[in-house]
Every structure is written in structure tokens, then in C-alpha cells.
């Protein structure tokens, strides 16, 4: 099991970017395989980015593709999310995730942290 701790959330102007990142307990990190994923209000958990346990494979969700970028420092235990040209549909609580595998299905991850908000305005 691994603890997940999201930061770097909060308002941007649609355009704009932000970085999330994800400090993870443990000496573990470099085992999991890590991913993201919004939620928005009234909608469900979706897909948006997971990354290989040595960060050599990367996938993402259509609707990010180009304009986001996860990436892993498995010595600081940390995943991150660069959020470029943001957009008010990206408005969600973003929530990292750790699993054996990169699948874009939640069901695959085991642990997960407690999300961080982000809010684009328009």
C-alpha cells in the first residue's frame, strides 16, 4: 500500500497552466505504475494521463493529448501532471492513483490520494 498526497490545484484563467504533483509514502514508488484522473461535479471519474513504473511509457486521454504531460522522479517518490492551455471543461478534482498497471480504467488502481482542485475560468 502507498499513501498519496496531491498538490499544486487551484484557479487559472482558460489558457493558462498549472502543475500538480504527487508525493508518495514509502520505498516502493518506483513498483507502481501511476496515473490521474478528474472528476467532475454531476459527472464521472475519468482517464487523463498514467505513466510506467520507469516513466518510459506515457498514455493520455484524447481530450489532453498535446496539452498535457505526466512525467515521475522516482527518487523524490513523486508524480507530476503539466497542465498547458488549459480549458474551463478541465475543471475537475484531480485525483492521482497507484497500480500495477498504466490502464486507463480506475478499477485498476488500488490506492489513490484525496484529490486537488483545479478551476479554470473562462
Known amino acids: 500500500q502507498v499513501q498519496l498526497v496531491e498538490s499544486g490545484g487551484g484557479l487559472v484563467q482558460a489558457g493558462g497552466s498549472l502543475r500538480l504533483s504527487c508525493a508518495a509514502s514509502?520505498?516502493?514508488?518506483?513498483?507502481?505504475?501511476m496515473g490521474w484522473f478528474r472528476q467532475a461535479p454531476g459527472k464521472e471519474r475519468e482517464f487523463v494521463a498514467s505513466i510506467s513504473k520507469s516513466g518510459g511509457s506515457t498514455y493520455y486521454a484524447d481530450s489532453v493529448k498535446g496539452r498535457f504531460t505526466i512525467s515521475r522522479d522516482n527518487a523524490k517518490n513523486t508524480v507530476y501532471l503539466q497542465m498547458n492551455s488549459l480549458k474551463p471543461e478541465d475543471t475537475a478534482v484531480y485525483f492521482c492513483?497507484?497500480?500495477?498497471?498504466?490502464?486507463?480504467?480506475?478499477?485498476?488502481?488500488?490506492?489513490w490520494g484525496q484529490g486537488t482542485q483545479v478551476t479554470v475560468s473562462s
Open positions: 492513483a497507484a497500480g500495477r498497471t498504466t490502464t486507463s480504467n480506475a478499477l485498476g488502481y488500488a490506492d
Open positions: 514509502g520505498r516502493t514508488f518506483s513498483r507502481y505504475s
